[in-house]
């Protein structure tokens, strides 16, 4: 059964400052990993998805990478401003018909001006 | 940019009366999904559908949750008997054509058992 943790759980940084969120999953069989933003109250927003087959995935000051031998993926953020703030979750998906997402708990990231 | 759309934002409902969560998915859209978040815990999956039936379920979706496509846009998940433990957050997701792309969420139903 897969089994996604993050850490740290929360975070406070100062503005500008370069921070890197991790998740590890226990079942190295992943289809493909999809980190969100999640405001409060607010729904989901799909930040980055990468592959098993690839190594990394970039999106503006966004870049998250993946190592599937060590159940590792990070999300590293450059040049952090308090728009920033908000949980980072990351989902893990097996290659199976369902195609249902096992979420970590979240890293709750502060940035202060 | 196209997204999913979920109503009522939030649904108050006596315990042991049945609800109705909707869910407008992206149009062109071919998977479907159902997750749930109690608070302060993980978002956890419920249920998925393709191609007019259940792909996949959860332990979670047992007998009193049922899903539908009624029409071209819509996508429910019926709760029939509310308990209190069903009080959370519902979240209606969908991806596009391969199993491989990325799933995109609504804003989320609250729902709330009195």
């Known amino acids: 059964k897969q089994e996604v943790t993050q850490i740290p759980a929360a975070l406070s940084v100062p503005e500008g400052e370069n921070l890197v969120l991790n998740c590890s999953f226990t079942?190295?069989?992943?289809?493909?990993l999809q980190w969100f933003r999640q405001d409060p109250g607010k729904g989901l927003t799909s930040l980055l998805l990468?592959?098993?087959?690839?190594r990394e995935q970039t999106s503006g000051r966004l870049n998250a990478s993946l190592d599937k031998s060590s159940g590792r993926s990070t999300l590293y953020i450059a040049a952090s401003q308090p728009g920033d703030s908000a949980t980072y979750l990351c989902?893990?998906?097996?290659?199976?018909?369902?195609?249902?997402?096992?979420f970590g708990a979240g890293t709750i990231l502060r940035v202060k001006s | 940019e196209p997204e999913v759309t979920q109503t009522p934002s939030h649904q108050v409902t006596q315990m042991g009366q049945e609800v109705i969560l909707r869910c407008v998915p992206i149009?062109?859209?071919?998977?479907f999904y159902w997750y749930r978040q109690i608070l302060g815990q993980k978002v956890e999956f419920l249920v998925s559908?393709?191609?007019?039936?259940?792909?996949?379920k959860s332990e979670i979706f047992d007998d009193q949750f049922s899903v539908e496509r009624p029409d071209g846009s819509n996508f429910t998940l019926k709760i029939r008997s509310t308990k209190l433990e069903d009080s959370a957050m519902y979240f209606c997701?969908?991806?596009?054509?391969?199993?491989?792309?990325?799933?995109?969420f609504g804003d989320g139903t609250r729902l709330s058992i009195l």
């Open positions: 997701a969908s991806s596009g054509h391969y199993d491989n792309q990325p799933q995109h």
């Open positions: 079942d190295s069989a992943i289809y493909n």
């Open positions: 990468i592959q098993s087959s690839q």
């Open positions: 989902a893990a998906k097996r290659r199976e018909y369902g195609n249902k997402l096992v």
């Open positions: 149009s062109n859209h071919l998977y």
């Open positions: 559908f393709y191609n007019n039936e259940i792909s996949e």
